[in-house]
């Protein structure tokens, strides 16, 4: 055990990330050494900050807790603290069951935490945290919470209504991440789209990365966790004209049928769906869309899995996640709906969905040899330096590798890269 160290480990998603380097952050400037998600937590204090999405998520932090419980058992760390989306949710339960954790936090409360262990929880400013990403990308949490209700979703449970940040506030953070040698910005959020709607009414995300863009030292804006309804015409106007923003959108679509969207409460339509898709091709030449699938919703037919099928095909996702559905409590579906599709029917449609996107993917990568991109160096690792395109996010998106032999780059700098071979999701390149 190590005195004064605090170990943090993050479950879950990026806005769980943020949370963590908020945490962080303030440990830190109350004399703490900080440590993050390490395999061998040895600090005198373990923060478990964690997701409470889907079950596999939560079975994974309840996992951890109690490894970390059985070393507090043993005298390896001293306090174990629980913060985050699972807490939130299921605190009372949580302390029943885990006595050995010496208090649960929420999702919103955590900072509590350093005043329950007499510390001052103020930094010198609300958005101060420790970058846990290479020093040259950060993730920007807009805004909290969720207005959308859809049927399988526990998100709004957890996080509550839609709640946006000032703009002058994020602006503000931007531009400290930039004098600290950020160069690309991730902005998340639970739902992009939404950005402003509790302010004024107004949807307000065009304006927001318009005013972004414009600091200085920002080169890649990037956009995730979009919602496919009423998706404005603006923010399409912006990504297609804006140079430094990625000609990128990340947007769950879920299913395409119209029974499954209908009963997920979706609010958006087969024939609308196709239509945005055209759309965002159309306007933003070029552009790399990342989406989320579900198979398995209660009632999916084979013809409703075959549609989606059909859709897959005709939209050439450049990215493409998928899961099996999963009832999560007090949400509609669980209240409404019978889990009806066996598992292992929902394991067979996930796989054939996947091996679609597999050789989509697959032929994406491979026409893309021969062109140029622009790369930004992420890390070297083994004979191979890691970059990325525009096209590509952090941890989640094909990697371009650079042979190490060829010549030495630089971590956060930026390179003509030509193509040169693929694999199934990297891609190869030589630095011209």
């Known amino acids: ?14 806005k769980n990330l943020v949370d963590s380097e908020t945490l962080l952050k303030l440990f830190e400037v109350n004399g703490y050494k900080c440590v993050h998600d390490s395999k061998n937590p040895q600090g005198e204090i373990v923060v478990v900050n964690t997701c409470g999405f889907i079950q596999d998520a939560k ?37 029943d069951e885990l006595p050995e954790v010496d208090k649960f936090y929420g999702k919103f409360n955590y900072k509590q935490l350093i005043e329950d262990l007499g510390k001052n929880r103020q930094p010198s400013c609300s958005y101060s945290r420790c970058l846990t990403t290479p020093h040259h990308y950060a993730y920007l949490k807009i805004s909290e919470g969720c207005d959308r209700r859809c049927s399988y979703c526990a998100i709004p449970i957890i996080t509550g209504k839609h709640k946006s940040r000032p703009v002058a506030d994020i602006v503000d953070e931007v531009k400290m991440l930039v004098a600290n040698g950020v160069k690309e910005i991730q902005v998340i959020a639970q739902e992009l789209t939404y950005y402003g709607i509790d302010i004024d009414g107004k949807r307000h995300i065009a304006e927001l990365i318009s005013r972004i863009s414009e600091v200085d030292g920002v080169e890649w804006i990037r956009l995730h966790y979009a919602y496919p309804t009423d998706f404005p015409q603006e923010l399409i106007d912006v990504i297609r004209n804006k140079p430094n923003v990625c000609k990128y959108i990340d947007i769950a679509l879920q299913h395409i049928s119209d029974r499954v969207l209908k009963s997920m409460h979706r609010n958006v339509s087969k024939e609308e769906t196709y239509a945005l898709i055209e759309k965002l091709r159309r306007e933003v030449p070029g552009i790399h869309i990342r ?47 019978q889990d009806d599709i066996p598992y292992e029917v929902k394991e067979e449609r996930l796989s054939r969905l996947m091996a679609l996107q597999q050789n989509i993917s697959s032929e994406i990568s491979a026409s893309k040899i021969g062109n140029v991109y622009r790369v930004i160096i992420d890390r070297k690792e083994g004979d191979y330096y890691i970059g990325r395109t525009e096209y590509s996010s952090p941890d989640v998106d094909p990697e371009v590798l650079i042979p190490v032999a060829q010549k030495r780059l630089r971590s956060g700098c930026f390179y003509n890269v030509r193509i040169t071979d693929s694999e199934e999701f990297d891609l190869y390149g030589e630095v011209l």
């Open 1 to 14: 055990m190590k005195k004064n160290q605090v170990d943090i480990i993050t479950m879950g998603c990026s």
């Open 59 to 95: 079975e994974e932090s309840i996992s951890t807790i109690l490894e970390l419980a059985e070393a507090k058992r043993k005298g390896k760390i001293k306090h174990l603290f629980v913060m985050g989306c699972l807490s939130e949710r299921y605190s009372q339960e949580l302390r």
């Open 291 to 337: 989406t989320t699938l579900m198979v398995g919703f209660p009632g999916e037919t084979e013809e409703d899995f075959n549609e989606l099928l059909d859709f897959v095909k005709w939209a050439r996702f450049e990215r493409m996640g998928a899961f099996s559905y999963s009832e999560e409590d007090d949400t509609f579906s669980a209240r409404n709906y």
